[in-house]
């Protein structure tokens, strides 16, 4: 664990400046996106994820395989921000849209959820029958974060042979606390609201599509992210209530069984994943987990100051992942 790492960019300290300058100063989204190959993999009946890569060069390479939070998909900035960096490393790049993102709604059954790990497992799966990828480095992004540390713990002491290291930025290892923190605390609304008004579109565009279902309405009507996942989560995967669905779906309980080398970033001011401690709690008793938990950081953000270039700003996390997916080792 390093405190010292990352240093926040003049006059960003803190969690709303981290956090807004790391949506609002990057310009991936104003770039064409990069893919070279679109898979769609089938997931379960009537639904498929997808799967982008973008190939550094010819032949064999490490590969880093990228999956985005709750309401993220393929082309949120974080997404494209770490796939240029991995591409100047040398690495081969793939991103997964889980169901439901923007662009797929018409290939999926449904909404997923925030601990349903088979989809990302379709994606390893596929990644590593690729004859380009020598080595995988599974990466995760806030709930992204969560599915990844998820699968990893299933897959314990038999991981995927090409499966070298994971790396979670923001991982959202405990539920109950982020959701009791978006929906309670009044500071947090703005980003609240702006994910409810992603699903909110979610779920219009997949009745659209598909017909209403039995939960539509209360999914519409829903003022929080605990309404929202009562009436369009819990009905459909079988929770008994939000508690039970927050419980069943962290991968915090399952963090001992991790044994594929783990690196996890966090930062201490993050309001919205107030997950640090727990993850520092679990990294002192399983040496494949190793955390660095930042003083600053925001949420997903990680803006820094790049030394080389007067007024331009350098994403930590970012070029942190690219680093261990080419180099394998959790050690900078």
Known sequence: ??????????????????????????????????????????????????????????????????????????????????L?????????????????????????????????WRDLAAAVESACAEARVEALTVAGFSMGGNLALKLAAHWGDAPPPRVRAVGVVS????????????????????????????????????ARLHGERPWTAAALAARSLREYDAAAVCPVYGFEDPDDYYARASAESR????????????????????????????????PALRVELEQNGGHCAFVGHDARRRFATRFWAEARLAELAASGRLVG
């Open 255 to 286: 963090l001992p069984a991790l044994r594929v080398p783990t690196l996890a970033l966090h930062a201490a001011d993050d309001r919205i994943v107030p997950c640090g401690p727990l993850l520092v709690a679990a990294a002192a008793s399983n």
């Open 84 to 116: 240029r960096r991995a591409l100047r490393r040398g690495v081969h790049v793939a991103r997964l849209d889980l169901r439901g993102a923007r662009g797929c709604e018409a290939h999926a059954s449904w909404l997923g959820h925030a601990g349903l």
């Open 171 to 206: 991982a959202a290892v405990r539920l109950a606390d982020c959701q009791r923190a978006l929906d309670g605390e009044r500071g947090l609304a703005p980003y609240r609201d702006g994910f409810l008004i992603q699903l909110r579109r979610f779920v219009r565009e997949h």
């Open 1 to 82: 664990m390093s405190g010292a790492r990352f240093r926040p960019a003049p006059l960003l300290a803190g969690f709303h400046r981290q956090t807004l300058a790391g949506a609002l100063l990057r310009r991936e989204r104003l770039r064409s996106d990069p893919a070279q190959d679109e898979l769609w993999l089938p997931v379960e009946p009537g639904t498929r994820v997808r799967l982008r890569w973008t190939w550094a060069r010819a032949g064999a390479a490490p590969a880093l395989l990228l999956v985005h939070g709750m309401c993220g998909s393929s082309r949120s900035a974080y997404m494209l921000g770490t």
